[in-house]
């Protein structure tokens, strides 16, 4: 979240870089404020009734050896009167912090300075092209008629054990998919990224730690007897291993890259969008997590947009990079790049990797911190992105290497796959 200091420091700079998001943040920045000064009134109130007690408080023994006794009784009366006034103020004070926490988590991420301006996916911006167009002919099947052709995938089966975007994954389809797992993580060891293996499952404080409760509450599948949550993403479970943690500079960065099977429940998702991989409930996924130094995040983000670019070049998919506008960013998130590939069949772009800066937003949350050369502690930066989404790179690489022989397998999957070809 936002930290206090950043919105009392400019408050019309945030309710001005929080519309670029499409939040109207006026009212509930005037909120956070006058909250902030009702509790400094408080705690003014409490020190100087605090000091004012313990200078009566010793005067009431030196009241009575004087015999002095209705003054000491005065005393004593008083004593009590600010100990009651003190303990309705503290407990005010308590609540003035509930308050202004839960304020702050509905407060979206501030978007970096270089984010454009729009509402919609129509607003983001192409910023990088690569790869070859396949030309496939009018011929040209979509994944979801491949995977039945070649008997790779099975969605039917999938509903009947299931329900709807859970499929199956079959003979050489499993070993495609294990092969894109393996090879997106040998890609990430060689970028000098630490392999986690993450719980699946997370608590609520991990939720709120990096971003998804309480904004994506209702797209996350929620198991109530344990009041645990599927992730929806392997940067939650990744990204609070530092969570409440103090670093030492020469700690950072932290690299980390992990697989998981992850959840969505994509409430309200229906279309022909959605037909086969391109939308699931289960899918799988590798991230990469990083934890930097504000000085060094930026590049770290190009670091991370460089790799996944080489991991659609290595694979031969046609791409694109997108600088997402502030209506189509994420709540937690100071700027995005989504990178989608081509669908040469259903001709449309796929999204299939998003790679975020959050800058202090999570840290702040997470109590991320790290002490610097100057001895005092920071909050990190944090950042991650999908290295890769696997449905729908799966989808584009049926549809763009189907010849007539079969799918041809890109050459950087034939050693994990065993073999180059399904037919």
């Not at 939040?23 to 956070?32: E, L």
């Not at 506008?325 to 990797?353: H, K, N, P, Y």
């Not at 800058?359 to 949350?365: C, G, I, K, L, V």
């Amino acid at each position: 979240m936002l930290t206090l200091q950043t919105i009392k420091a400019d408050p019309e700079y945030v309710i001005k870089r929080l519309a670029v998001k499409g939040f109207d943040g006026s009212k509930v920045i005037r909120q956070i404020l006058d909250i902030d000064a009702e509790r400094r009134s408080l705690q003014q109130k409490t020190e100087a009734d605090a000091s004012r007690l313990k200078k009566i408080s010793s005067s009431i023994g030196a009241l009575m050896k004087e015999g002095r006794n209705e003054e000491a009784e005065a005393a004593k009366a008083e004593v009590n009167e600010i100990k009651n006034a003190s303990k309705s103020m503290q407990t005010r004070l308590a609540e003035c912090e509930v308050e202004m926490n839960n304020l702050l988590l509905t407060v979206p991420n501030l978007p970096n300075e270089t984010v454009p301006e729009g509402l919609t996916a129509a607003d983001n911006v192409v910023e990088k092209t690569g790869g070859v167009m396949p030309d496939l002919g009018p011929d040209a099947l979509p994944h979801w008629d491949l995977a039945r052709k070649y008997n790779i995938i099975d969605f039917e089966l999938g509903v009947k054990v299931t329900g709807a975007g859970f499929p199956f994954y079959v003979g050489k389809g499993a070993r495609l998919q294990r092969a894109l797992i393996q090879f997106f993580l040998d890609e990430a060891w060689k970028a000098g990224y630490t392999e986690v293996e993450p719980p699946f499952v997370v608590n609520e404080a991990s939720g709120y730690g990096t971003g998804q409760l309480p904004d994506k509450e209702g797209q996350m599948y929620h198991v109530t007897v344990d009041n645990l949550y599927l992730i929806p993403t392997a940067e939650v479970p990744v990204t609070n291993m530092y969570r409440d943690v103090i670093l030492t500079e020469a700690e950072l960065p932290k690299k980390n890259c992990a697989y998981s099977p992850c959840w969505r429940r994509e409430a309200g998702s229906y279309g022909k969008d959605v037909r086969g991989l391109n939308r699931l409930h289960q899918f799988d996924k590798v991230e990469i997590v990083r934890i930097e130094t504000p000085e060094k995040s930026y590049a770290a983000l190009e670091e991370m947009k460089d790799h996944v670019q080489g991991l659609l070049e290595k694979l031969g998919l046609p791409w694109h990079i997108l600088r997402l506008c502030g209506g189509d960013m994420s709540f937690t998130s100071a700027i995005t790049f989504d990178f989608e590939v081509w669908s040469a069949a259903q001709e449309r772009w796929l999204e299939v990797s998003s790679v975020s800066n959050f800058e202090t937003y999570q840290a702040n949350r997470l109590k991320c911190r790290y002490k610097g050369a100057d001895k005092k502690t920071h909050l990190c930066h944090t950042l991650n992105g999908s290295a890769l989404a696997l449905p729908r790179i799966m989808a584009a690489l049926l549809e763009n290497n189907q010849t007539p022989e079969g799918i041809v397998i890109p050459e950087c999957l034939r050693k994990y796959t065993g073999f180059d070809i399904i037919d």
